[in-house]
């Protein structure tokens, strides 16, 4: 899980900081994935796809079970009631930037409830679970994560209350992880953290090459890496998309759909037509109201007159 600075005195373990720094990782090349998509490099179709629908759960899902883990590992050494508050501070922080700038960016599409803000919650409510048996919060993890698909409350559609994961429908957003099902994981990862409390194979593990040194050291600082990572994968990708000769991504999509619908009628000049339909909009000024699919009987007229003009 996004961690903060660790203070000296504090005891730590290194296969903890290891997993996290895999886990971290793994999102960083998720994201990268992303965004090649979205500006239009590749086309995955990560939220179809169900190769890219598993690799979120288990990324997502590593992040979470270590917060579980980690809960139960920090109640251990006696909780420090100062360094919770301040790790949560800075939790809650980091979680309110990230909507700040998701609404800025993408305002369609806003992180209200993302990874950040679960787990600061989750490291609230997991400490009132943390007395029970670990079987107590496997069985309590299960009860959690199948609640969804059980059930679905007009009440928590409510936009105050949509964090919770109980509403109708799904919301927009470009990251979403609601108490329910996610806290499940969450509840997993106390119950692993009791059963593996006190066995000592796992605690004495060292990392021993450069490799492990360096994935213990991710973890460590896993929360500014976090931050850091993505506004410097999209800036450096968008910065390419501007200096390169190429289209853009609204561009890539619109010849792609065009062309698909231009081949069902056997034309064998698509890609020049289709070519011809986009710049003829742009120089027309009316590429922005057919992207938003806004239509005026004038301009309804005008798309149709530029769309005859480029078939002819």
């Not at 969804?148 to 509403?167: H, K, N, Y």
């Not at 040194?213 to 910065?239: D, E, K």
Request: proline share 7%; with cysteine; hydrophobic share 55%.
């Amino acid at each position: 899980m996004p961690a903060v600075p660790p203070s000296p005195s504090a005891a730590r373990l290194p296969v903890v900081d290891a997993a996290r720094g895999v886990a971290i990782l793994a999102m960083a090349a998720y994201h990268l994935s992303w965004d090649l998509d979205f500006l239009g490099f590749a086309r995955l179709n990560l939220l179809e796809n169900p190769f890219w629908l598993a690799a979120r759960t288990a990324i997502l899902g590593s992040f979470l079970l270590l917060v579980g883990v980690s809960l139960v590992l920090a109640a251990q050494r006696g909780f420090d009631r100062r360094r919770f508050l301040w790790r949560l501070g800075l939790l809650a922080g980091a979680a309110g930037a990230v909507s700040a700038v998701s609404y800025a960016q993408f305002p369609d599409s806003p992180i209200f409830f993302g990874v950040l803000h679960h787990i600061a919650v989750a490291s609230v409510l997991g400490l009132a679970f943390l007395r029970l048996p670990a079987w107590a919060n496997a069985a309590l993890g299960v009860a959690v994560w199948v609640l969804p698909d059980l059930t679905s409350v007009p009440l928590f559609d409510q936009p105050a209350l949509q964090w919770i994961g109980l509403m109708t429908f799904p919301p927009d957003s470009n990251d979403y992880v609601p108490l329910f099902p996610w806290f499940g994981i969450v509840l997993w990862g106390i119950a692993l953290g009791q059963l593996w409390r006190g066995r000592g194979a796992p605690a004495a593990w060292r990392p021993g090459g450069a490799g492990g040194r360096a994935l213990a050291w991710m973890g460590r600082w896993s929360l500014p890496i976090y931050l850091v990572h993505q506004p410097v994968l999209f800036g450096a990708l968008s910065l390419l998309v501007l200096l390169s000769s190429g289209p853009d991504r609204d561009t890539r999509d619109f010849l792609t759909n065009c062309e698909a619908g231009c081949a069902t009628s056997g034309q064998t000049t698509c890609a020049a037509q289709c070519r011809c339909i986009a710049d003829e909009l742009k120089r027309a000024n009316l590429w922005q109201d057919v992207l938003a699919n806004r239509y005026t009987g004038g301009t309804r007229a005008a798309v149709a007159a530029v769309v005859v003009g480029c078939k002819r």
